[in-house]
């Protein structure tokens, strides 16, 4: 089958096509096990940060990739929920061990033994791969293939954070980085939280007008003051420097939730700037978000379908791997999410 393969972990900077096209053999499902032919797949920073060493794979070479949609190929011995040719998603959790303090309090995304799909099991970024059962998830009719991908972690993660921010609906929200998982979030707290403004900080004019656009009441740079101090805000940026900043616009009892797997180690100098009175005194937070459940992502699937969410996608072949995750490293100027075209569904 055709596939990009990561071989080793590199800065961008030294490999400028850290993706290899291949050609492998296609997996087998196993017990328990979808077959998944695999129609597209969306491109997320953290396939980037897995590409450049920032977060280790558990093997290498390793495909990439954990937005996946595709349709079942064949079912695995004791593979219950679903039939051949159904449409299937799979997400950033693969596996978790089901039995520990953390999977029996519904916090599955914390598991001591949980496994991601495209770093720990093989991804997306091929035209087969397999999946627990139990850790598919159904995708409604009337969601695109290239629309549905994005819901899977952009979206879930992007749901969690809302839920993890305590926002109630008249309080202020701030959006920090306006990517993927931001233009998901403001449409979602449009619809959750009606009458809270949504404040966007993003670095390029192109994003702030894209946020404008889907409904934020104000968009300005990240060092731009906002009209008013926020109740929480929502950091999706690879960077020290927008945390430190999003800390001094939360008023009295403010919550900043980071949405980031790895933050970049190269203005590590910003927390430097970090002073207790400015920044967290008055009993202001600092919540991060880690992985997501199989919750996380079913709410976001069924809460898309039922409001008409849509995603802004631009679809490339699979073989432009390489290039979206370049665009990703330049950061400013995406418009919504990359997602590649594998199959034809």
């Known amino acids: 089958m055709r596939a990009m393969l990561l071989r080793a972990a590199a800065p961008l900077a030294e490999r400028p096509q850290p993706l290899e096209a291949a050609d492998v053999p296609a997996p087998t499902a196993g017990a328990g096990e979808l077959l998944i032919r695999v129609s597209v797949c969306g491109v997320c920073r953290t396939d980037l940060e897995i590409a450049e060493g920032r977060l280790e794979a558990s093997h290498y070479p390793v495909i990439p990739g954990h937005q996946v949609i595709g349709r079942v190929a064949a079912l695995g011995a004791g ?15 693969h596996g978790a061990c089901g039995v520990c303090r953390w999977c029996r309090s519904d916090r599955e995304n914390l598991c001591p033994e949980f496994e991601s ?32 991908a994005p819901l899977l972690c952009a979206g879930a993660i992007g749901w969690r954070a809302l839920k993890v921010s305590g926002l109630r609906d008249g309080e202020a929200l701030g959006l920090t980085g306006f990517g993927a998982s931001a233009h998901l979030v403001l449409q979602i707290a449009t619809r959750l939280y009606p009458r809270s403004p949504v404040h966007v900080f993003a670095r390029s004019e192109r994003e702030r007008a894209f946020a404008r656009e889907l409904g934020a009441a104000w968009a300005g740079d990240t060092s731009d003051e906002p009209p008013m101090k926020l109740a929480a805000i929502i950091d999706t940026t690879p960077a020290w420097k927008p945390v430190i900043e999003a800390l001094s616009r939360l008023e009295a009892g403010g919550r900043l939730v980071v949405n980031a797997i790895r933050k970049d180690s190269r203005d590590h100098a910003e927390l430097e700037r970090l002073d207790y009175a400015t ?33 802004t996608v631009e679809e490339l072949p699979l073989e432009r791997a390489n290039d979206a995750l370049a665009r990703m490293a330049r950061g400013a100027g995406l418009r919504g999410a990359l997602v590649l075209r594998v199959s034809d569904g």
Do not use: K, Q
Request: with cysteine; aromatic share 8%; hydrophobic share 50%.
């Open 79 to 93: 593979a219950s929920g679903f039939a051949v040719g159904d449409r299937v998603g799979v997400a950033w959790i």
């Open 117 to 148: 799909t495209g770093c720990d099991a093989e991804g997306g970024y091929a035209e087969f791969m397999t999946v627990r059962a139990d850790f598919a998830h159904a995708i409604p009719e009337g969601i695109p293939d290239a629309a549905a």
């Open 279 to 311: 920044h967290l005194w008055m009993e202001r937070e600092i919540r991060s978000v880690a992985n997501v459940t199989r919750n996380d992502v079913r709410e976001m699937i069924a809460a898309a379908a039922r409001w008409g969410l849509s995603p």
